[in-house]
C-alpha cells in the first residue's frame, strides 16, 4: 500500500481547481457522482474524434474501429471485477436500470404468488422500487431486514427473514446513506444455502473496493460508471451466464436480434440479448478510461487514503457536540461515506451554508426514505470522499460545519 500523491492526482481533475463563492471548492459528493480525470475527457474526445460509428451495424472500418472500442471496454470490466466471462457483462444506463432489468426480466417470470424478496432496509430507492413492483404484481412479499444497536444489519434478522421461501435477496453491498459495508459474502453463502438467488447493488462499493466476481459468486452484481470517475449514462450488469440465458430481454427492437418474423423473432445471443437499439459506446469508451485510471492508482491506496480522510473527519466531528453522526461509529465497517445531522438544523439549510464555503455536500434523504424513517429523521448532510479529496478540504469542512449555527443565530 502507498500513499496517494494527491497534488499529482488533483492536476488530472481541472474540475475540482476552482474557487465555489470565493473559497476552494471542496467536493465532497463523489457518492453522488464523481468527478472525471483527464484520460476519461481524452478518450471520449478521442473517440468522437476519430472512431465514432454506429457499432455492429456497417461492414466498412469506422463502424468495425468503433466496434472494437465498445468490445474492449465489455473486456476490460470483465478483467476488473474478474468475471469469469465477457457475455456476462451487459451494458445499461445505470445501477437503476440494471436492477430493472433483473426484476423485470428474472423477478416478473420466476417470482410466484407466496414467494419472498428480502432487502435491507438501507437500500436505495433503485433497489426497492423494482422489486415492490414485482411483488405486487406477483403477489410476493417484500421483506426487509432492520439494523441493530450498532447501526449495521442485524444478521439474525436477516437470517430470520431469508427462508426456504425467498426467491430474491437484493442486497447493497456498501450504503449510500450510512457508508456501512455489509457483510456481503456472508450474505450471499447464507442466501444461496437457502436456494435464493442473489442481486448486488455495488454502485458504492465498486469505486472504492476490489470487488473479485468470482470469489464473491453473486448471481447478478450492478454499478454506474458515473460513480466511479467515468460518464454517465453507462452501467453494468454482472449476471451469471446460466441464469442470463436463460431470462427473456429487457427491451426489445434493434441489434437484439438474430431472425424477426412478423410475428414472432428470436434473440441474439448474450450479452446482446439485453442490449436493445444503439448504445451510449462513448461513455463505454470512457468507463474503459475510468477504470483504467483506477488501476493504475491502485484500490487498495484509494480505500487507504479514503479511510484515512473519513477517520479524521469523523474525529474532528466528534468534537462538536451538536453534530450526530449516523451509521456505524467502527471505522472498519465504513466507506468514505459520513451521514450527519446537526443540532435544530434542517439538512438543506447546513448543505446550503457549506456551499457558501465551497463545500458541497448532499443533504436531504439520499433515495433511502425507508431507511429515514426507520431512523425516525427526515434527512441527513452527507459528506463523501475520494481520491482526489485532501486534509485540508476536511478542514475547511469542519471549519464550515462550526460555523452552521452560527449563522443561523444560535450561541454553538
Ligand atoms: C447504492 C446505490 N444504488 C443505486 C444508485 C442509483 O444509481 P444510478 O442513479 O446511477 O442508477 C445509487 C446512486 O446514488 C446508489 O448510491
Not at 451521514?339 to 447546513?350: C, L, M, T, W
Not at 462550526?402 to 443565530?409: A, D, F, M
Request: glycine share 6%.
Amino acid at each position: 500500500m502507498k500513499s496517494l500523491n494527491i497534488e499529482r492526482i488533483r492536476e488530472d481533475f481541472p474540475i475540482l481547481n476552482q474557487q465555489i463563492n470565493n473559497n476552494h471548492l471542496a467536493y465532497l459528493d463523489s457518492a453522488a457522482t464523481t468527478q472525471k480525470p483527464l484520460n476519461v475527457i481524452k478518450a471520449i474526445e478521442k473517440y468522437n474524434i476519430s472512431n465514432n460509428a454506429n457499432i455492429h451495424r456497417g461492414a466498412y472500418t469506422l463502424s468495425i474501429k468503433a466496434t472494437e472500442e465498445y468490445d474492449k471496454s465489455r473486456k476490460k470490466i470483465k478483467g476488473f471485477i474478474n468475471s469469469p466471462y465477457s457475455e456476462s457483462i451487459i451494458f445499461t444506463k445505470n445501477t437503476t436500470e440494471a436492477i430493472n432489468l433483473v426484476a423485470f426480466s428474472y423477478g416478473m417470470e420466476n417470482i410466484k404468488d407466496g414467494d419472498e424478496i428480502v432487502v435491507l432496509i438501507t437500500e436505495h430507492h433503485s433497489n426497492i422500487l423494482p422489486w415492490q413492483m414485482v411483488a405486487r404484481k406477483n403477489k410476493a412479499k417484500l421483506k426487509f431486514v432492520y439494523l441493530d444497536e450498532n447501526s449495521i444489519i442485524n444478521m439474525k434478522d436477516f437470517k430470520d427473514k431469508v427462508t426456504d421461501k425467498t426467491k430474491i435477496v437484493a442486497v447493497g453491498h456498501v450504503s449510500n446513506a450510512l457508508g456501512t459495508i455489509n457483510p456481503i459474502k456472508y450474505m450471499v453463502d447464507y442466501a444461496h444455502q437457502k436456494g435464493a438467488v442473489v442481486l448486488i447493488d455495488g454502485a458504492q462499493a465498486i469505486p472504492h473496493m476490489k470487488v473479485d466476481i468470482q470469489e464473491l459468486d453473486p448471481d447478478f452484481y450492478v454499478f454506474s460508471g458515473h460513480k466511479m470517475l467515468g460518464p454517465m449514462g453507462i452501467g453494468v450488469l454482472y449476471g451469471r451466464r446460466e441464469i442470463l440465458e436463460k431470462m427473456s430481454p429487457f427491451l426489445s427492437g434493434g441489434d437484439m436480434i438474430e431472425y424477426v418474423e412478423e410475428q414472432s423473432s428470436t434473440y441474439a445471443e448474450l450479452p446482446y440479448k439485453f442490449e436493445a437499439g444503439t448504445q451510449n459506446v462513448e461513455a463505454a469508451v470512457g468507463l474503459k478510461a475510468a477504470v483504467e485510471y483506477i488501476e493504475d492508482i491502485g484500490l487498495e491506496n484509494i480505500k487507504n487514503h479514503e479511510m484515512k480522510l473519513t477517520k479524521y473527519a469523523i474525529d474532528k466531528m466528534k468534537e462538536i457536540h451538536y453534530i450526530t453522526i449516523y451509521g456505524s461509529q467502527d471505522i472498519d465497517k465504513r466507506g468514505g461515506v459520513i451521514s450527519f445531522n446537526i443540532q435544530d438544523v434542517h439538512s438543506h439549510d447546513v448543505a446550503t451554508i457549506l456551499d457558501s464555503y465551497g463545500v458541497a455536500v448532499r443533504a436531504g434523504h439520499h433515495c433511502a426514505q425507508p431507511l429515514m424513517k426507520y431512523l425516525g429523521i427526515n434527512s441527513t448532510c452527507r459528506a463523501s470522499f475520494y481520491l482526489y479529496n485532501t486534509i485540508e478540504e476536511v478542514n475547511q469542512f469542519i471549519e464550515g460545519l462550526k460555523n452552521v449555527r452560527k449563522w443561523l443565530g444560535y450561541g454553538s
